[in-house]
């Protein structure tokens, strides 16, 4: 028996007047997931489109690859050269267990990639179980499907984590992301902000020493090694070449940080494949890219001999921390975004100039990414509003 005709036979228990009518949700989420829906338009006047939201999330999750491979990589890489500047051949965990038969080598490919990994699928395995368990608790509840979108916010969520966060305060933070920042609005297409942005926010002020400082960016114990973003708050570029970072590795991702935000070029590349499908706006990133151009050569221009932040130029300001990941995977959310063409422009410039602005003006909280995000989240509508207005008084007047 095959897998459909399986799923067939027990359809009846599932739809209305089965045995198990309430969960059809979690049935139809198995079917959809396995199957193209065999559902079709049943009016006269409709549009067709196949780019229906199941693909457009799995689109999203494609573009990711190369953060994903980057993630386990540098992961390993980093605590692979951690290990070795320790001198430190065992690791007392079940991970040193594992690797001590691949060995800590930082120039060996496969090393780096399964130790990354041994970070990397912990963290992914509870954010998909937790959060794919109030998915389908709140759409059994509300007797609604259970949909793609919760695929592309786990993923993201995972990438947007240090490596070597506690997976109970993974799991803490997918739950508040979820449930506060996208359910109590009414699911996917409701929230105005963005899920996995939520649960980091929720985790920097709820847990800061899990999310911020040295020691969190190497999993190693006891082994520190501070980001060119951290670097640069406290010394400026002195301080960031002093530690033996170039604008190419920080362009290429061989440095600490968090799982999948620092290969610049995976980024750019998932975000080529996302304007080619069209599934993200180019205008929203164009925004963000030219609101944090125009606003650090701002502060360039100014200058400042107490904060060494003035004088980082535009493209370090792309490499360092999570810009190039926010303004290609987090601002282009399409729910929590603006919806028209100007509009776009306008909340994308926001973001970007919010970026430098708090990296900057700021200097005790150097990433400003998120904070950025999540304020234009909360505009979006706003600014959507003033735009159509404008377009309602000019038609006005043109038609006077």
């Known amino acids: ?89 065992e690791i007392s965990n079940w991970r040193g267990i594992f690797m001590s038969l691949l060995g800590y080598n930082p120039m060996n490919p496969l090393s780096n990639f399964v130790h990354g990994a041994l970070y990397f699928f912990p963290i992914y395995i509870v954010t ?85 400082g040295d020691s969190v960016w190497v999993a190693v114990d006891g082994y520190t090694a501070a980001t060119p973003l951290g670097l640069a708050a406290t010394g400026g570029l002195e301080a960031v070449h002093a530690a033996n970072y170039t604008w190419v590795q920080s362009f290429l991702g061989f440095e600490p940080g968090c799982l999948g935000e620092t290969s610049t070029l995976g980024i750019l590349i998932g975000a080529a494949f996302l304007l080619y499908t069209r599934i993200a706006s180019y205008r929203i990133m164009g925004g963000v890219f030219l609101g944090m151009v125009a606003t650090s050569l701002l502060f360039n221009m100014i200058g ?5 932040m003035f004088g980082i130029p535009w493209y370090w300001h792309l490499t360092m921390g999570g810009f190039a990941f926010g303004m290609v995977y987090m601002a282009t959310d399409p729910v929590s975004a603006a919806m028209t063409d100007t509009g776009r422009w306008v909340y994308g410039a926001l973001v970007g ?45 043109r038609h006077a």
């Open 1 to 89: 028996m095959s897998a459909r005709d399986f799923l067939d036979k027990i359809e009846p228990y599932f739809t209305k007047g089965g045995k198990f009518e309430k969960y059809f949700g979690l049935y139809e989420m198995v079917d959809t997931f396995i199957y193209t829906p065999a559902d079709v338009t049943g009016g006269k006047t409709h549009i067709r489109d196949g780019n229906d939201l199941k693909r457009t999330m799995t689109f999203v999750v494609i573009a990711t690859f190369f953060c994903v491979l980057m993630a386990m990589y540098n992961t390993g890489y980093q605590a692979n050269h951690a290990m070795e500047a320790m001198g430190t051949k």
């Open 128 to 212: 998909l179980a937790v959060g794919g368990i109030w998915e389908v608790l709140f759409a059994t509840v509300r007797g609604h499907e259970v949909n793609e979108g919760f695929l592309v916010s786990s993923m993201l969520y995972t990438l947007i984590m240090p490596p070597d966060m506690p997976l109970w305060q993974v799991a803490l933070g997918i739950s508040f992301g979820i449930v506060i920042g996208k359910e109590v609005f009414g699911g996917t297409g409701k929230n105005f902000l963005n899920p996995a942005l939520t649960g980091r926010a929720f985790l920097y002020f709820a847990y800061p020493a899990s999310i911020t």
């Open 304 to 308: 400042s001999d107490t904060d060494p």
């Open 353 to 397: 100039i919010m970026t430098v602005l708090i990296r900057v003006v700021n200097p005790a909280f150097p990433e400003g990414i998120m904070l950025a995000i999540l304020f234009s989240n909360m505009f979006a509508p706003t600014i959507d509003y003033f735009v159509m207005q404008a377009n309602i008084r000019r038609r006005i007047k």
